[in-house]
């Protein structure tokens, strides 16, 4: 009996994950980082306040006012999720996993 792709095991989608609660849904995101292909609408004042990197990146000479997006390709989303979360006052969760990886993402960005 042959295999066909109906048979064949489908992959796993993951679930969409909500990235309007960075500043999208309050209509006050003013710049998008890009993700594993995911835009994230944020706000990029509270990015520049909360990290030493996205201050530098934001307010330095490494990016034109005009540009809007930033991609971070060596960053996953796994990760950079509950760094959003922890730093958005408004979401404040606790970092109950790996607090090295989340305070290293404040600072290696």
Do not use: W
Request: hydrophobic share 40%.
């Amino acid at each position: 009996m042959k295999s066909t792709d109906i048979d064949a095991p489908k992959p796993e989608i993951p679930p969409a994950i909500d990235v309007s609660m960075f500043g999208e849904s309050s209509g006050l995101a003013d710049i998008t980082l890009i993700i594993e292909d995911v835009r994230i609408p944020v706000i990029s004042d509270l990015l520049a306040f909360t990290s030493p990197v996205f201050r530098a990146m934001l307010n330095g000479d490494g990016m034109k006012k005009e540009q809007n997006e930033i991609q971070l390709p060596e960053k996953r989303l796994e990760s950079f999720i509950p760094f959003l979360r922890c730093i958005y006052p408004d979401l404040k969760d606790r970092i109950t996993g790996n607090v090295h990886l989340t305070i290293y993402l404040m600072y290696a960005v």
